[in-house]
């Protein structure tokens, strides 16, 4: 939702779900898979690897 781009802006890395609001995506620093896609655990495996 809208409201979580004061938090997108405050976090030093930011990802929205492809399926997240425009506004949202528009703000963020990196997009993933939607939540169907498990874009979550995408970026998790990436950053854990």
């Given at each position: 939702m809208p409201n979580d781009?004061?938090?997108?802006?405050?976090?030093?890395?930011s990802v929205a779900m492809a399926n997240a609001h425009?506004?949202?995506k528009a703000v963020a620093d990196e997009?993933?898979?939607?939540?169907?896609?498990?874009?979550?655990?995408?970026?998790l495996e990436r950053l854990l690897a």
């Open positions: 781009i004061a938090m997108f802006a405050w976090a030093s890395h425009e506004e949202l997009v993933t898979a939607s939540h169907d896609e498990d874009g979550i655990a995408v970026v």
